[in-house]
DNA sequence: AAGCAGTGGGAATGCGCTTTCCCGATACAG
DNA sequence: CTGTATCGGGAAAGCGCATTCCCACTGCTT
């Protein structure tokens, strides 16, 4: 038995589909109260459920929403989704849910398979990379999300322009400004640490983790500090353990090395303070670091970036820079709503790294905070 | 400029929609090569991207999955809809979103609005709940699941059938053992530990809460021990987090009053052997009582249920029941598909307390694992 | 050589709904 | 009292596609 139609609603209230089709769902013209109500309780008796596909066909827009993001698993992008979520129902829409692994064939695949769906708009979270085996498929993305754009389709990217968009109408970018809050971060750890600093950072290429180690090294710069030695590695928990496990024997050779020639308790003087580019990463540092009978703070202090919400629970209490994770969700979201705001990033471009296309696209200001925590407490 | 269609692309080609539709989408009707290039080229350089919703109203089918969670930022709903996805990519499919807080007005808001939009199935994790105030939002989720699926739509619902659905063809339940691992977890963790238990369990009523604590107990009273107390609090981190400061006084109390009574190092006596429900709960008791300068599990054991992935990086490790949580999202999804799977639960029904409606629906057999961890070491 | 199944393509119909467009009826001004 | 707006409802034309039916044609068989 199929649901039942419109068209049956409107023969057992004894009217024309026009007419029930007015009452049941918003339209302009509002019919007369009493055959109003014939065609309600016709509808409820019935069972009636409108099809959402005949509606969009006929509209031409669908009540969807778009997601992409790498891993609905992950902390950051299941915050991100909450917000995402959120804003929807405010809308009166419904989230379509499409999982990468970052890939951005896999992604120039999910927008093709958005744009069949015909859903009203598309966010993207997850960062952008130029690392060359993408460049093709970042290009093919680019394509297709113009392609989107150029049909009517609203595109909001979280973090970073996907490279070779041309911003056409409808192209939105909410803005996280990395590199700044990573220099701060960079300056306020510099001012309580006197040990040389180490970065655990994605892969060449990613744009977040990029900018997150280049403003770190010019917030390092401004403090008069000597730039951090990188690592590169997977931008998620077992990048970030890989890098512990080095990590920790680097520290435990400096440790010996400094027990040697001070031969006594200036142990603090070679001490590693670690960025990691995300929580994430952070944790699997730490993880490494724990196995291998090293301390936080005591024997390494470190920091990660997002502030996730695992963080809450995580031990040591984990330094890092707080994002509104569910906020840029929102954001994101609400930047492609019809009568979306779309207020431009305002001001400095700091470092003039803005490597999107001819124009970025419309801008969302998003703050984060510099949160230090336990593991980089130097004293007590 | 809205998207090109199949129209334009046969006219493009030379050749009748009929024949474009019969080469771009699959048809079992192959038409011949070199039309089927003709028509192929023509879709290329037209960019044509077909649209869904029509194909669906065509083909009365729409190529989405629902799925249903409380918060998609929970690890646990997380961990699920990783599975979802995943099976759904197995299927060709999408899923489409909708978080409810857990409550059964939203879920039944949720259910219409997938059959409005035909979604071919639909998955509801999250625990269903028998309390008074949902009882009417409970009975008007069934009959709409029931209409659902009387029109051909297919439902798996995870843990707990939701009450008073009557079971038609295509509804679907992975039934998790809640009872039998909850009772072998109270039996490994009674051989281990000789302190007194306490439940920390979520609102009565809760079916999966209330599962959990009926084996517990059950495990306790096999292994000869006296029922466990039971906190009732709300089924989150929240709620464990308060329950934790409760049971932190209690504990305190019970130190000074055995201190006093042996004055001597028998401390263990009555040593607060703690299990909360959930992995999330767990966390915010033993947040709560290190905040009370408690330590686990010198001064309490603590044991949750779940093994969400966040678990691995907290400390002290928590013992747990391992649940396949991604599997048993792409299992529920999968016994949706058409071919699905949809082995009955073979075996006892244990102590009867099925109280599902005249059928439970087809099940799956999921197995879960105690794991034993620091949090419940009694020695060392 | 005529009849046949088989093949490959096109015309037409319908999926369920929205939205003009149209028309009769009512209300109002002149 | 007639002419013109206005309102409330219905008929019909799509929205973009799949699919059934139909037809022209090929390559056989007997």
Chains 1, 2 share one sequence.
Do not use: W
């Not at 960025?275 to 540092?285: E, L, P, Y």
């Amino acid at each position: 038995m199929a649901a039942s139609t419109l068209t049956e609603v409107a023969r057992l209230a004894g009217v024309s589909p026009a007419t029930a089709s007015r009452v049941l769902n918003g339209s302009a013209r509002k019919p007369g109260q009493d055959i109003a109500d014939r065609v309600r309780q016709a509808a409820d008796s019935l069972g009636y459920i409108p099809n959402a596909q005949a509606q969009g066909l006929a509209k031409s827009s669908s009540g969807l929403i778009g997601l992409i993001v790498h891993d609905i698993a992950d902390p950051y992008f299941a915050a991100i989704a909450r917000g995402v979520q959120e804003a929807a129902r405010e809308q009166r829409k419904m989230v379509l849910l499409a999982t990468t692994g970052g890939a951005p064939a896999e992604e120039r695949e999910a927008v093709a398979a958005f744009a069949a769906r015909r859903a009203d708009s598309i966010v993207i979270a997850g960062s952008r990379s130029s690392q060359p085996e993408n460049q093709e498929g970042n290009a093919e993305l680019a394509a297709e999300l113009d392609r989107y754009c150029r049909n009517g389709g609203r595109v909001a990217v979280v973090g970073h322009p996907v490279v070779g968009a041309t911003a056409p109408e409808g192209y939105h970018v909410v803005a996280v400004p990395n590199q700044e809050l990573a220099a701060a971060l960079a300056g306020k750890l510099a001012s309580g640490q006197d040990g040389d600093f180490v970065i655990i950072g994605g892969p060449d290429g990613l744009f977040t983790s990029d900018d997150r180690i280049r403003g770190f090294q010019e917030g390092l710069a401004a403090a008069g500090r000597k730039p951090a030695e990188v690592l590169r590695t997977a931008f998620n928990r077992a990048g970030g353990y890989e890098a512990g496990l080095k990590l920790a024997d680097m520290i435990k050779a400096r440790q010996a090395e400094s027990r040697q020639a001070d031969s006594g308790e200036e142990a603090g003087r070679g001490k590693l303070c670690i960025f990691a580019v995300n929580d994430v990463m952070a944790i699997g540092a730490a993880a490494a670091l724990r196995e291998q009978g090293l301390r936080i703070p005591r024997d390494a202090t470190i920091a990660g970036f997002d502030d996730i919400e695992t963080l809450r629970d995580f031990r040591p209490a984990l330094s890092t820079v707080r994002l509104p994770l569910e906020e840029i969700g929102r954001l994101a979201t609400r930047a492609t709503a019809p009568g979306g705001a779309s207020a431009r990033e305002p001001g400095e471009n700091g470092s003039g790294s803005t490597e999107a296309g001819p124009d970025g696209g419309r801008q969302q200001p998003i703050t984060g905070e510099v949160t230090l925590r336990r593991s980089t407490e130097t004293t007590a």
